[in-house]
């Protein structure tokens, strides 16, 4: 009997502890239940936090919320500045809930926030006072520190609230891993994160983003963009694919710097204008162990100018550093390919280039197929500007660059081994029967010294090519004058416009061509790079068919060469800023030329002029035979500073010949 009522009471104890139990298990739902309500309302009164229903699950260590919406209002007197979060269901997982009503610690395996609709306030972003983050600061947690093992963002809205009105910023998710807050006030850290966003639509200050889809990840280091959109007033940024690889998450999220591997573009489409072409990433600076962009095209439009070209470029070691123009845009190489490159400019010209190819490890550059085009007609630039001007066509077929210094580029320096123009064809139109304007025009050293460029090249060459000359006198008998040179060659070395103590004394240029196609002319030029220093000129013409010259000697000098040979016209001169000085020495025969009559229509013969050069002026022969003396013509020409140095050399070159005449006085100007 004794036994049975041991054993009795033991069940009755036994039981009424499981009773116990079950009951101290319902009420701390209810406990915890009304601490979460309590402590929500003590964080802080910017922080508003309402829900429908709190459910807490002892058993199942858990606390779920139903339609939590939490406010942040940091300025009381605005209270329509305000971020909204609002999410249907909010669930913390795995809860220490001991720890939490014992020690203030909320320790969780999850916390789960689903079906979120996200507002944020736009002029609460562009504020740009620290009173948030300091408010922020000071909350009142209900938990001395935290420990999460993962926050889930499922599917959510994010909207952006201007001016009353919500925009759909994005739809997405996202995750956060091993979240940790050591003490209120402080930041939080974690391991890891998941970004997975789409249909963004963020129109900031100064430009607006658009992308189809956004992924990024810290425990792959890469974010993935396909269909980026950036728009900015008139201009307009799309790139197909945007993949960045190996990125250093802490130091883009600590310090505003993206370290990375690599940064791929891919399939663009770059329509940017001078007023927009600077947009600030929000990052101190950029570092890309790689950087490529494919497949994109690019138009600029400057001012009164405008380039276009597609581009596939690859570039190592890019840094990129505020305030992110070209002072502070460096990288270790370059290789890739530009084509179909236009150029339009505001003096009625236009440019294009079929490619160029570069690769700064290899040491070259080449330009194939370059072309420029007038964009008027020839008689029409001159009428459009009121005064002579050049109007020009040209197209060479290759430019090649050895050994260049492609960084430096882009530091206004072209630096180089050597340069070498490939055969090209020039045609240059001028109409004399406008006004000429009358500024003073520079010696070419001086022409130099002003490009804005540093150009230090070695050597420089022309290959063989063609120069052709056309002009409209002021005066005559209504047709142009044309002078052709073909197999122009022109070597100079080295090309240097802005000179160091160090640098040789001259320019040295060497150049070689054939006058209408007949005989030879070959030429070197000494041009000082010290200023007010002379410019040697020393060549010959050589084995010269002289009635090739009539297109332009009838047209514009009104002069008929009937018959001669130049078997040679030696010339050795100087040339400063002021004058000229030198001598020539020739040899011809058989040479007979006419006056042709003045103010007339028609190519008369002036007899009386004719007869005079024939038989007075200038002999019939004049070869090797005869002394040298007979032969030569000193220089003595005084420069006219608003003319070209071209006009310079050949006047100095005439006055010599007419000096080599004992009448050349005569000669008809």
Same mark, same amino acid.
């Given at each position: 009997m004794?036994?049975? $009522? @041991?054993i009795?009471?033991?069940l @009755?104890i036994i039981?009424g502890?499981?009773l116990?139990f079950?009951v101290?298990?319902?009420s701390a739902?209810?406990?915890?239940e009304?601490?979460i309500?309590?402590?929500f309302?003590?964080? &802080?009164p910017?922080?508003?936090?309402?829900?429908?229903?709190v459910?807490s699950?002892?058993?199942?260590?858990?606390?779920t919320?139903?339609?939590l919406q939490i406010n942040?209002?940091p300025?009381a007197?605005?209270q329509e500045?305000?971020?909204?979060f609002?999410?249907?269901?909010v669930s913390?997982?795995?809860v $220490?809930f001991?720890?939490?009503?014992?020690?203030?610690?909320?320790v969780?395996?999850?916390l789960?926030?689903a079906g979120?609709d996200i507002?944020i306030?736009q002029?609460l972003?562009?504020?740009?006072?620290?009173a948030q983050?300091e408010?922020i600061?000071?909350?009142s947690?209900?938990?001395?520190?935290l420990?999460?093992?993962?926050?889930q963002?499922?599917?959510?809205n994010f909207?952006l609230r201007?001016a009353? #009105?919500d925009?759909l910023l +994005?739809?997405?998710?996202g995750?956060?891993?091993d979240?940790a807050?050591d003490k209120p006030?402080?930041?939080?850290?974690?391991?890891?994160f998941d970004?997975d966003l789409?249909?963004?639509d963020?129109?900031?200050a100064?430009? $607006?983003?658009?992308?189809l889809?956004v992924?990024l990840?810290s425990?792959s280091?890469?974010? +993935?963009?396909?269909?980026?959109?950036?728009?900015k =007033?008139?201009s307009q940024v799309?790139?197909g694919?945007v993949?960045?690889?190996g990125i250093?998450? !802490?130091?883009?999220?600590d310090e505003?710097v993206l370290?990375?591997?690599?940064?791929?573009?891919?399939?663009?489409?770059?329509?940017?204008?001078n007023?927009d072409?600077r947009?600030?990433?929000g990052?101190?600076?950029i570092?890309a162990?790689?950087?490529?962009?494919r497949?994109s095209?690019?138009?600029y439009?400057?001012?009164?100018?405008s380039?276009?070209?597609?581009?596939n470029?690859?570039l190592s070691k890019?840094?990129?550093g505020?305030?992110?123009d070209k002072?502070?845009?460096?990288?270790?190489?370059?290789?890739?390919t530009?084509?179909?490159?236009h150029?339009s400019?505001?003096?009625y010209?236009?440019?294009r280039?079929?490619k160029v190819e570069?690769d700064s490890?290899?040491?070259?550059?080449r330009a194939?197929?370059i072309?420029i085009i007038?964009?008027?007609?020839?008689?029409e630039?001159g009428? =459009?500007l009121g005064?002579?001007?050049d109007w020009?066509? *040209?197209?060479?077929s290759a430019?090649e660059?050895?050994?260049?210094?492609i960084?430096?580029?882009?530091?206004d320096?072209?630096?180089a081994e =050597?340069?070498?123009?490939?055969?090209?064809?020039?045609?240059?139109f001028?109409?004399?029967?406008l006004?000429?304007?009358?500024?003073?025009?520079p010696l070419?050293?001086? !022409?130099?010294?002003?490009?804005p460029?540093d150009?230090?090249v070695q050597?420089?060459?022309l290959?063989?090519?063609?120069?052709e000359?056309?002009?409209f006198?002021?005066s005559?008998y209504?047709?142009?004058? @044309?002078?052709?040179i073909?197999?122009?060659?022109v %070597?100079l070395s080295?090309?240097?416009?802005?000179?160091?103590a160090?640098?040789l004394?001259?320019l040295?240029m060497?150049?070689?061509g054939s006058i209408?196609g &007949?005989?030879t002319?070959h030429s070197?030029?000494l041009m000082p790079? *010290?200023k007010?220093k002379p410019?040697y000129?020393?060549? *010959?013409?050589? $084995?010269l068919?002289?009635?090739?010259l009539? &297109?332009s000697?009838?047209?514009?000098g009104?002069i008929?060469? =009937?018959?001669g040979?130049?078997?040679?016209? &030696?010339?050795?001169?100087?040339?400063?800023?002021?004058?000229?000085?030198g001598?020539?020495v020739?040899a011809?025969?058989?040479?007979?030329i006419?006056?042709?009559k003045k103010h %007339?229509?028609?190519?008369?013969v002036?007899d009386?002029a004719s007869f005079?050069l024939r038989?007075?002026i200038?002999p019939l022969?004049?070869?090797?035979?005869?002394?040298?003396?007979?032969?030569?013509?000193?220089?003595d020409?005084?420069?006219?500073?608003t003319?070209?140095?071209?006009?310079y050399?050949? #006047?100095s070159?005439?006055?010599?010949?007419k000096k080599?005449f004992?009448l050349?006085?005569?000669?008809?100007?």
């Amino acid at each position: 009997m004794k036994g049975r $009522r @041991v054993i009795k009471a033991g069940l @009755v104890i036994i039981v009424g502890i499981c009773l116990a139990f079950i009951v101290a298990l319902f009420s701390a739902d209810t406990i915890i239940e009304k601490k979460i309500g309590s402590q929500f309302s003590n964080i &802080s009164p910017a922080l508003q936090i309402r829900f429908s229903r709190v459910r807490s699950h002892v058993f199942s260590s858990s606390v779920t919320f139903d339609s939590l919406q939490i406010n942040f209002i940091p300025y009381a007197n605005h209270q329509e500045e305000q971020h909204v979060f609002r999410f249907k269901n909010v669930s913390l997982q795995g809860v $220490r809930f001991l720890s939490f009503l014992f020690h203030k610690k909320l320790v969780a395996t999850d916390l789960v926030l689903a079906g979120g609709d996200i507002c944020i306030s736009q002029s609460l972003l562009e504020k740009r006072d620290s009173a948030q983050t300091e408010m922020i600061r000071q909350l009142s947690w209900p938990f001395r520190n935290l420990s999460l093992g993962r926050i889930q963002l499922r599917q959510s809205n994010f909207f952006l609230r201007a001016a009353h #009105q919500d925009e759909l910023l +994005a739809q997405g998710k996202g995750s956060l891993r091993d979240v940790a807050i050591d003490k209120p006030g402080n930041t939080p850290v974690f391991s890891g994160f998941d970004i997975d966003l789409s249909d963004v639509d963020y129109p900031s200050a100064d430009f $607006r983003v658009q992308i189809l889809r956004v992924q990024l990840s810290s425990t792959s280091k890469s974010l +993935a963009i396909n269909s980026l959109h950036l728009s900015k =007033k008139q201009s307009q940024v799309r790139f197909g694919s945007v993949n960045i690889s190996g990125i250093e998450i !802490s130091k883009l999220l600590d310090e505003r710097v993206l370290i990375c591997k690599k940064i791929k573009l891919d399939n663009g489409k770059i329509d940017v204008t001078n007023d927009d072409v600077r947009v600030h990433p929000g990052l101190k600076t950029i570092h890309a162990d790689v950087f490529e962009i494919r497949n994109s095209f690019v138009n600029y439009q400057g001012s009164g100018n405008s380039t276009s070209f597609n581009a596939n470029i690859e570039l190592s070691k890019l840094r990129l550093g505020e305030p992110f123009d070209k002072k502070d845009f460096q990288f270790g190489s370059v290789r890739g390919t530009l084509s179909d490159i236009h150029y339009s400019g505001n003096d009625y010209q236009t440019a294009r280039i079929k490619k160029v190819e570069m690769d700064s490890k290899k040491q070259y550059l080449r330009a194939v197929d370059i072309n420029i085009i007038p964009k008027i007609g020839k008689y029409e630039l001159g009428r =459009k500007l009121g005064h002579q001007a050049d109007w020009i066509v *040209a197209n060479i077929s290759a430019v090649e660059v050895s050994k260049p210094d492609i960084t430096g580029l882009l530091h206004d320096t072209l630096w180089a081994e =050597k340069v070498l123009i490939g055969q090209s064809r020039v045609y240059v139109f001028r109409d004399r029967r406008l006004a000429r304007p009358q500024k003073v025009l520079p010696l070419p050293v001086e !022409s130099l010294k002003e490009i804005p460029f540093d150009i230090r090249v070695q050597n420089f060459t022309l290959a063989s090519s063609t120069v052709e000359y056309e002009e409209f006198p002021r005066s005559g008998y209504g047709q142009t004058g @044309v002078l052709i040179i073909k197999n122009a060659k022109v %070597t100079l070395s080295p090309l240097i416009n802005h000179p160091r103590a160090s640098d040789l004394r001259y320019l040295t240029m060497n150049a070689a061509g054939s006058i209408m196609g &007949s005989g030879t002319v070959h030429s070197t030029v000494l041009m000082p790079l *010290a200023k007010n220093k002379p410019y040697y000129m020393k060549g *010959a013409i050589e $084995r010269l068919q002289l009635t090739k010259l009539n &297109s332009s000697s009838e047209n514009l000098g009104k002069i008929r060469i =009937k018959s001669g040979f130049l078997d040679f016209l &030696s010339f050795d001169f100087t040339m400063t800023e002021q004058r000229s000085t030198g001598k020539i020495v020739g040899a011809y025969h058989h040479l007979v030329i006419q006056q042709l009559k003045k103010h %007339t229509d028609e190519k008369n013969v002036a007899d009386f002029a004719s007869f005079m050069l024939r038989h007075l002026i200038i002999p019939l022969n004049k070869d090797a035979s005869i002394s040298e003396k007979k032969r030569t013509g000193n220089v003595d020409y005084v420069r006219d500073p608003t003319r070209f140095v071209s006009y310079y050399f050949l #006047q100095s070159l005439l006055m010599g010949v007419k000096k080599s005449f004992t009448l050349g006085f005569l000669l008809p100007k």
